[in-house]
C-alpha cells in the first residue's frame, strides 16, 4: 500500500519471529505476557533499525509502551470467526457435529461463548500458527473442527477453508480482530506523517471504542471480553461483553454514541493526541473522543452490573489451569 502510495520510495521488509511464535506449546492465556507478539518488534522500532512495524490490531496491548503510537489503522477485513472442519465433516456447521466432538481454540472469548451455545462440544487448547494448526487438524483425528479469525486465513490465502463463519449473535470477537496496526516510534513525525495515509477513518472509530472498552475493564488475554461494532450513518454503535470461562456466566449491553463530527484543523501543541495508543491527525478528534468516551462507558455500565466479579474469577481459575 505505501509503495503504491509512495513510489519513488524503497520499502524494505525485514521478517523477525516473536516470543508468541515460539512458545507454541502454551496457551497464550496462561503464559501471562503482554506483549507476546510484539515485544521484538518494539526493540527493532527503538533501536532504530525498522522505521515502522506491522501487527494485527488485537496483538496490541491497550497501553503502548512509552514512545511508540499506532501511527494507521488500516482498513479491517471481516472481523468475524471462522470455523475450519477436519475434512470429513466438510458441509457441516458446528451444530450438525456429533456429541462429544472436540473443537479446537485457545482463546478463552471463543470457548466461553461457544461452550454456552453448543453445550454439546468439548473444547480444547490448540496453538502454533496457523499453518500448523490446520496440519493438526488435517492430519490428526483429535479435532471436528477449529476456530479461527477469517481475517488471518483470508490473508493467507486460505478462505476456501472456512466451513461456518459466526456471525456476532453466535460468537462476538476480539477487540481489534482483523484490523492491521502499523506502530511508529511516536516522535517520528516524518514517518507518522507517512503511514497516516493508511487510516481508514471507520475502522479507526471502531477500534478506539473497542480498545477503550477493554482497557477500561482491563481485559487481555487471560479473560473472556468480546465486542462487536458498527458504523451507520454517524453511529458508532459498540456492544461489549464479558463470560465466564465456561460461558454460563454473562454480561453484555449496546450503547451508541454519534461520531458526526468535522474535521478541524487542530494544528498547535495537542496535534499529536493519543487516544488508546492510536493517533489519527487525519480523523476529526472530537469523533475519536466521542468513541473513546463510548468504549470507557460501556465498560463502566458492565462494571455496574458484576463485570470486575466474572472477570476476577475467570483470571483466577485461568491461572489455576
Not at 475450519?84 to 457441516?92: E, I, L, S
Not at 473472556?224 to 454503535?237: E, F, I, M, S
Not at 456492544?239 to 460461558?247: C, K, N
Amino acid at each position: 500500500m505505501l509503495r503504491e502510495l509512495y513510489p519513488d520510495l524503497c520499502f524494505e521488509i525485514v521478517a523477525m519471529s516473536t516470543t508468541g511464535d515460539k512458545i507454541l506449546d502454551t496457551a497464550l492465556s496462561k503464559i501471562g505476557e503482554k506483549s507476546l507478539f510484539t515485544k521484538e518488534l518494539e526493540n527493532a522500532l527503538e533501536r532504530n533499525e525498522v522505521d515502522l512495524v506491522v501487527h494485527s490490531l488485537k496483538d496490541l496491548p491497550t497501553s503502548l509502551p512509552p514512545g511508540f503510537t499506532i501511527g494507521a489503522v488500516c482498513k479491517r477485513e471481516n472481523p468475524l470467526d471462522a470455523v475450519v472442519f477436519h475434512p470429513k465433516n466438510c458441509g457441516k456447521t458446528l451444530s450438525l457435529l456429533p456429541e462429544k466432538s472436540v473443537i479446537g481454540t485457545s482463546s478463552l472469548r471463543r470457548a466461553a461463548q461457544l461452550k454456552k451455545k453448543f453445550p454439546q462440544l468439548e473444547f480444547r487448547d490448540i496453538r502454533g500458527n496457523l499453518n500448523t494448526r490446520l496440519k493438526k487438524l488435517d492430519e490428526k483425528e483429535d479435532f471436528s473442527a477449529i476456530i479461527l479469525a477469517a481475517a488471518g486465513l483470508k490473508r493467507m490465502g486460505w478462505e476456501n477453508r472456512i466451513g461456518q463463519l459466526l456471525s456476532p449473535e453466535d460468537c462476538l470477537y476480539a477487540v481489534g480482530q482483523g484490523a492491521l496496526a502499523v506502530e511508529v516510534r511516536a516522535k517520528d513525525q516524518e514517518i507518522l506523517n507517512m503511514v497516516s495515509a493508511l487510516h481508514d477513518a471507520d475502522t479507526v472509530l471502531r477500534c478506539i471504542a473497542e480498545r477503550a472498552f477493554m482497557k477500561r475493564l482491563e481485559g487481555g488475554c487471560s479473560v473472556p471480553v468480546a465486542v462487536n461494532t458498527t458504523l451507520k450513518d454517524g453511529q458508532l454503535y459498540l456492544t461489549g461483553a464479558v463470560y465466564s470461562l465456561d460461558g454460563s456466566d454473562s454480561l453484555k449491553e449496546t450503547m451508541e454514541t454519534s461520531v458526526n463530527y468535522p474535521q478541524q484543523n487542530e494544528d498547535g501543541p495537542n496535534d499529536d493526541v493519543q487516544h488508546v495508543g492510536i493517533t489519527a491527525k487525519n480523523v476529526p478528534g472530537q469523533a475519536q473522543e466521542a468513541a473513546e468516551n463510548l468504549g470507557v462507558e460501556l465498560a463502566s455500565l458492565l462494571l455496574s452490573k458484576g463485570a470486575k466479579h466474572i472477570l476476577s474469577v475467570a483470571r483466577q481459575l485461568n491461572d489455576a489451569r
